[in-house]
Each structure stands twice: as C-alpha cells, then as structure tokens.
Nanobody, 118 residues
C-alpha cells in the first residue's frame, strides 16, 4: 500500500492551496484518512481527519479555513486550505488507517511542503 501526496507549494498569505493524497495497492478498506503537518523543529500534529463514517475533525488552528474531504471511489483525500497564514508553513503528510489481508495498519505519504510567505 502506498500513499502519494501532491499539491504543496509556495503561496502568499491569504492565498489557497489544495492538497491531494491517493492510496494505491492491495487493501480491503480505508478506515480513516487525514493530514498532519510538521514545522521545522516541531512535532508532527494532526491538521484534519475524516473517517469512513462519522464527522470530520480539525485542529483548532485551522477550523474555518481548511476543509478535508474524501473521494472513496478514488481512495483519495483532499485538504482545501484557504486564508493561509505564515504559521501554516510546514511539511504536510497524509495518513490512512487501512485494512489489508494481513491486518489493519497505519500508512504515511511522503510529505509535501507548503510555504506561506508574509
């Protein structure tokens, strides 16, 4: 199973970016997908998560600005980021909890850099 993330880049404060992450490989079911971020010198923190059923979950710092969504047919999760701030600068990682024939595992994408200039 692989997660391939894309969509990062450089944007001015107040701008928008959309991240995508697609899961591929042999698996039965994606339980949940989400996005984390890690700024230089800081720990990796949850940004947003979306389970296969149930409500979405956002970090307080991004509520009202970021929207997570999921296309189950494409095994893809998106993160629409609006009103970006310099403090949103980080490497963004997608994450998925996936059921395979050998069990349920946590998978991570390779990370995509988001840089917000002031």
């Amino acid at each position: 199973v692989q997660l391939q993330a894309s969509g990062g880049g450089l944007v001015q404060a107040g701008g928008s970016l959309r991240l995508s992450c697609a899961a591929s490989g042999a698996f039965f079911h994606i339980v949940a997908m989400g996005w984390y971020r890690q700024a230089p010198g800081k720990q990796r923190d949850l940004v947003a998560a979306i389970p296969s059923g149930g409500t979405t979950n956002y970090a307080d710092s991004v509520k009202g600005r970021f929207t997570i969504s999921r296309d189950n047919a494409r095994n893809t999760v998106y993160l629409q980021m609006n009103s970006l701030k310099p403090e949103d600068t980080a490497v963004y990682y997608c994450n998925a909890l996936i059921v395979t024939k050998s069990g349920k595992y946590d998978y991570w994408g390779q990370g995509t850099l988001v840089t917000v200039s002031s």
